[in-house]
T-cell receptor, first 116, second 114 residues
Framework: NAGVTQTPKFQVLKTGQSMTLQCAQD?????MYWYRQDPGMGLRLIYY???????DKGEVPNGYNVSRLNKREFSLRLESAAPSQTSVYFC???????????????FGEGSRLTVL | KQEVTQIPAALSVPEGENLVLNCSFT??????LQWFRQDPGKGLTSLLL?????REQTSGRLNASLDKSSGRSTLYIAASQPGDSATYLC?????????????FGTGTQLKVEL
């Protein structure tokens, strides 16, 4: 079982470049999330999607955009990358009822992004 | 604002020891609490999910308890093994103001030595 799949696993960008992180889940979950993980800061929510066609800002949305393409896929776009966006990005998914997470959260393996 | 604290930040124990990891949260109006394991360079793996109506959950050598009134959860690991070495994180889902938003602790880095 694939679970949550993220691509790419590693990426190096120059300041000002753009890129999209892709995420897909095969568990038929309603909700999907993008987090970033930084040393000493823990995991912080960037954006989430409670259901297909909806997206909402999390704790640190500035500099990012998302698209919930269908129930399976949720992408994260950096329009103009900055060194402060150097981080490890995780996609996750879960069952939910409306806005409430009711099941376990399943994570992808992470995408390690460096912005020079 | 919900704050989640995990103490200690790091812990080293000999193999075979029983151990307890702690998680504290400031807002007791939670929907559920999850414990995760993260190996170096990997994503998080869910270990146990405790709903707010539950007091504990067990899976193999792991037992997690929840005391909402005191804002605390513990993860008990029995007969620890070197393969248990990892970072353990807890996360709470708040009941109001956006149930989709989990708040994570910063984790306890566990090392089980031979």
């Amino acid at each position: 079982n694939a679970g949550v799949t993220q691509t790419p696993k590693f990426q190096v960008l120059k300041t000002g470049q753009s890129m999209t992180l892709q995420c897909a889940q095969d568990m038929n979950h309603n909700s999907m999330y993008w987090y970033r993980q930084d040393p000493g800061m823990g995991l912080r929510l960037i954006y989430y999607s409670a259901s297909e066609g909806t997206t909402d800002k999390g704790e640190v949305p500035n500099g990012y955009n998302v698209s919930r393409l269908n129930k399976r896929e949720f992408s994260l776009r950096l329009e103009s990358a900055a060194p402060s966006q150097t981080s490890v990005y995780f996609c996750a998914s879960s069952d939910s009822q409306g806005a409430v997470v009711i099941g376990e959260l399943f994570f992808g393996e992470g995408s390690r992004l460096t912005v020079l | 604002k919900q704050e989640v604290t995990q103490i200690p930040a790091a812990l080293s124990v000999p193999e075979g020891e029983n151990l307890v990891l702690n998680c504290s949260f400031t807002d007791s109006a939670i929907y559920n609490l999850q414990w995760f394991r993260q190996d170096p360079g990997k994503g998080l793996t869910s270990l146990l999910l405790i709903q707010s109506s539950q007091r504990e959950q067990t899976s193999g050598r792991l037992n997690a308890s929840l005391d909402k009134s005191s804002g605390r959860s513990t993860l008990y690991i029995a007969a620890s093994q070197p393969g248990d070495s990892a970072t353990y994180l807890c996360a709470v889902t708040r009941r109001t103001g956006g149930g989709n938003k989990l708040t994570f602790g910063t984790g306890t880095q566990l090392k089980v030595e031979l």
